[in-house]
């Protein structure tokens, strides 16, 4: 019997009508964020928009403006200031429509980013955390350069770089974020992940285990298959290096890697030490004996060039990578291998999750199996004081400092990854079922039952915080909703006196001037029982031009919370 296909079902007519109605309500939305944006950056009565605010606003997401998925706006907006004179004031403030027309191209991004739909919505409070873990762990003066290559052994112990990139691209950067280091063994993470791209995981471990050796990174050992343990020591890395394009000539094959790292990297700096390399080559007595010892086991494939194996595993250890740009490589397989800023699915899904299950049990030379119990993250470390952390499909972040601990492990860095998951349930087994724990999730947008987006609103309010009153009224958040007493954002930022509150929600959100609460009283009352007239003025003003009449004083409006 055949099995009924789709087409053999009746038309249905239905789905035109859905995917209509799904296309209405997505356009509805963006109508929504458009008014939203207008009213965080724009001056209703001359309908204009102040765009260095709104670039400002963008910034505070943890967008970057020179982000490739702001091309577009770059280009109108550079297009529409050539046409306007550099000396005009009036520049910065442009017509709505001049607005949509710069942004429109980039329309979903931008919402996406001004909705709090970001992995991290509060990227600025996250960024507060990471600063004051990057100055604590500055005072730390642990540790020594690695001194096996004098490259290495001349590195400023001062050095010290934190630069983290989401998977939705909001990055920070704090710290010698530019300065070019080499990957050394970072590089062995990114190599594994190629090669599962081209040999499959089955491919690839046939010549190179999956355990932990438990024992020096570069031991001269093998486990009891004779193969290398893992891919993340130095014998495992060779072998990685043997198996990437082994067809090509030597530049090609460095070609290859290069341009891959390159994708990973978003473009960003990729450079490579000719003097690291040679000293490497120089100093490499254990690695021709790992390899060696590996050919005698007949652990390579067979045809591998062992001396051209050598120096591709020397050049990609002397791969240049910043702070900054092995930030976006992290994050690459923070995003399941596709490049949060570029779009470019650079590894496969299956690549990364193999890559970074063995960055979490080795990738941190003897110090792997605590690491993975204390921080309980995928990373790998270099001996350049680089360590590559990864928190899967949240971020990547790219930590370096060059004095070591003694497992080779960079000592700011070490201390770095435990504060963080001291603050945030970014631990692997963290949190499993939301139990209340003391860490915070900052992927979590902070408000989430009506109660609680209520409560945030009126705190808020109460604190003068514009900013978060502005993604409240971005994200939807009724501006006028009261509590159990009436009360609403208007009374409370009336009673502490913040007068850029009032204004904001009486003229950017249109709320209504004088709403009652449960003992009858308006803003209005609260601004002269708690002796803010200046607010009660605002309120005042803004009720005559909207025609609402005034109502008398309570009689009791100045003995109101005397107490
Ligand atoms: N180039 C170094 C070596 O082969 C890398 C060491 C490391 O970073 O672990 O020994």
Redesign the pocket.
């Known amino acids: 019997m055949s099995s009924m296909s789709d087409c053999d079902l009746p038309p249905r007519p239905l789905k035109r009508s859905i995917s209509y109605n799904c296309k209405n309500l997505v356009r509805q939305h963006l109508v929504h964020v458009e008014n939203r944006l207008f009213e965080m950056f724009g001056d209703k009565e001359k309908n204009t928009i102040d765009i260095s605010r709104f670039l400002l606003g963008l910034t505070a997401t943890g967008m970057r403006h020179s982000d490739p998925r702001l091309k577009e706006m770059r280009e109108n907006l550079k297009k529409f200031q050539d046409k306007i004179a550099a000396s005009d004031h009036h520049a910065l403030n442009i017509s709505y429509d001049t607005f949509m027309s710069i942004i429109s191209d980039n329309l979903e991004v931008i919402v996406k980013a001004f909705s709090s739909s970001f992995v991290i919505p509060d990227f600025r409070g996250f960024c507060h955390h990471i600063e004051e873990i990057y100055a604590k762990c500055l005072t730390n003066t642990d540790g020594k350069a690695a001194h096996y290559i004098p490259q290495l052994a001349r590195a400023n112990p001062d050095h010290w770089a934190v630069s983290v990139c989401t998977v939705d691209g909001q990055r920070y950067s704090t710290g010698d974020v530019n300065v070019p280091f080499t990957l050394?063994?970072c590089s062995y993470a990114l190599n594994y992940a190629l090669a599962l791209g081209q040999l499959s995981d089955v491919g690839v471990h046939i010549y190179v285990g999956m355990e932990p050796s438990g024992r020096h990174?570069?031991e001269l050992c093998l486990d009891y298959n004779n193969k290398p343990h893992n891919p993340m020591i130095?014998a495992g890395a060779i072998m990685t290096a043997a198996l990437l394009k082994p067809d090509l000539s030597a530049a090609d094959r460095f070609d290859f890697v290069f341009n891959m790292y390159k994708r990973l990297g978003g473009g960003e700096y990729l450079g490579f030490n000719n003097a690291v390399f040679l000293s490497?080559k120089e100093c490499a007595d254990r690695?021709f004996a790992l390899a060696y010892f590996m050919r005698e086991n007949k652990c390579f494939p067979e045809g591998t060039r062992l001396h051209e194996t050598l120096d591709f595993y020397f050049q990609l250890?002397s791969l240049e990578i910043t702070a900054e740009s092995g930030a976006l490589m992290a994050a690459t397989l923070a995003n399941g291998g596709i490049n949060p800023l570029t779009g470019d699915p650079v590894l496969t899904v299956d690549a990364v999750r193999n890559t970074l299950t063995l960055m979490h049990s080795c990738g941190m030379y003897n110090y792997s199996g605590q690491f993975a119990f204390k921080v309980g993250l995928p990373s790998k470390s270099?001996?350049s004081g680089c360590v590559l952390l990864v928190v899967p499909n949240t971020m990547g972040i790219c930590l370096w400092s060059p004095p070591l601990d003694s497992n080779?492990n960079s000592c700011r860095a070490v201390q770095f990854c435990m504060e963080l998951v001291s603050r945030f349930n970014f631990h692997n087994f963290d949190n499993l079922r939301g139990h209340f724990t003391s860490k915070c999730d900052p992927r979590m947008a902070k408000a989430e039952s009506k109660a609680q987006i209520l409560f945030d609103l009126l705190f808020s309010a109460a604190a003068g915080d514009l900013s978060a009153l502005r993604r409240h009224s971005l994200s939807g958040s009724d501006m006028q909703a009261k509590d159990y007493d009436g009360r609403t954002a208007l009374h409370v930022a009336t009673s502490e006196g913040h007068l850029n509150i009032v204004k904001y929600l009486l003229y950017n959100c249109q709320v209504y001037p004088l709403p009652k609460d449960r003992w009858g009283r308006t803003p209005l009352d609260d601004a002269s029982s708690f002796g803010h007239p200046d607010c009660g003025e605002v309120i005042i003003e803004c009720s005559k031009k909207r025609g609402i009449e005034i109502p008398l004083p309570l009689s009791d409006a100045n003995d109101f919370h005397a107490d």
């Open positions: 050394q063994s990174y570069n130095n490497e690695n250890c270099g001996v080779g």
